[in-house]
């Protein structure tokens, strides 16, 4: 594991220690431990030296998360000669546009201009590893990733805003326009379990590693309904909500999972080379009520009203709610 000690990489991690793999973290180890019963190796990916206490050896799997230029090409030029498979966790940021639903695998990708861009940063990072490893190589391009201990705060909101309104009993939620959105999520330990599945078959190709396909105003309600909310849904218009200074999908004073119309084809990805993928290892997508349940105990255990780096919080939500009525 090129990480193993953050969100999804720790738990790739695991999921491969369940399987029986002896697994090796190289790491700073600065996001926190290694997952019980696999190796940290300590190293900056960005020294000289750093892939001196894994190089030299055969490697049954190697998983990159990165898209940092400098440290995808350096563990490439080191591991990959002698690795059976490699997996390289992309992301569905590559693609050029969000306005074809139902777009596959093949649809265009961005350019590799800007390297300081997320997405074209995982551009260059595909076509290193594709000249690097040939068909040893798995690229998975996950969309939105969902559950518990999500960092993001993205897909947590709904379900614990929900909950904080039924406990407080303070007045209704403000959501936004869901006519003609859509919202599309991948649990994360589906996602982890997978790829460790994935590695140990040594499947290939790409794939985007997304979750099912919902109506915008769906997720929201089966949210509502996870967490006993049977109060006030308020919704606002888009031009309303962005002229009081929400925000799209993420980060402060925003409403998550909230595209704009322009782009919403972006949560209506084609998933179905994931669950063929699925299938060929006997697993299957969670249902998204047994994620938002999953969610919601980790957000009880994180606090309701703590604050969050996604979403609005309480107090200025019905500030909102009290101008828009």
């Not at 391009?141 to 709904?158: A, C, E, K, N, T």
């Not at 979750?211 to 919704?235: K, M, N």
């Not at 105990?297 to 009525?325: I, K, N, T, Y």
Request: charged share 20%.
């Amino acid at each position: 594991m090129l990480g193993g000690t953050a969100w999804l990489g720790a738990r790739v991690a695991a999921a491969w220690r369940a399987r029986g793999a002896e697994v090796t973290c190289l790491a700073r180890g600065t996001s926190g431990p290694a997952p019980g019963g696999t190796r940290l190796v300590p190293a900056d990916r960005t020294a000289p030296d750093a892939y001196d206490g894994v190089a030299g050896r055969d490697w049954d799997e190697v998983v990159e998360l990165s898209y940092e230029p400098l440290l995808v090409t350096g563990a490439l030029d080191a591991l990959a000669a002698r690795a059976r498979h490699w997996t390289l966790v992309s992301t569905i940021s590559v693609y050029a546009s969000n306005s074809e639903p139902g777009a596959d695998e093949d649809a265009a990708l961005l350019p590799t201009e800007d390297l300081g861009d997320y997405g074209q940063a995982k551009v260059a990072a595909e076509m290193a590893s594709r000249r690097a490893l040939g068909d040893r190589l798995l690229l998975a391009r996950p969309g939105l990733i969902g559950g518990p201990g999500d960092g993001s705060d993205r897909f947590g909101y709904w379900v614990s805003r929900f909950a904080l309104a039924h406990q407080l009993g303070d007045g209704p939620v403000l959501a936004p326009p869901t006519a003609h959105r859509w919202a599309q999520v991948v649990d994360v330990d589906d996602l982890a379990t997978w790829l460790a599945a994935a590695g140990e078959a040594g499947r290939h190709g790409t794939v985007n590693a997304t979750g099912d396909s919902h109506p915008l105003h769906a997720v929201i309600q089966l949210a509502a309904q996870v967490a006993g909310y049977r109060g006030e849904v308020v919704t606002a218009p888009d031009d309303w909500l962005l002229q009081h200074g929400v925000t799209y999908w993420a980060g402060p004073r925003s409403l998550p999972l909230w595209l704009p119309i322009a782009d919403t084809a972006m949560a209506q990805r084609d998933n179905g080379a994931l669950r063929a993928s699925l299938a060929a290892v006997g697993l299957t997508l969670s249902p998204l009520a047994a994620t938002l349940e999953r969610t919601l105990a980790d957000e009880r255990c994180r606090g309701l009203d703590r604050a969050r780096r996604s979403g609005l919080d309480r107090e200025e939500e019905l500030e909102l709610v009290a101008r828009l009525v």
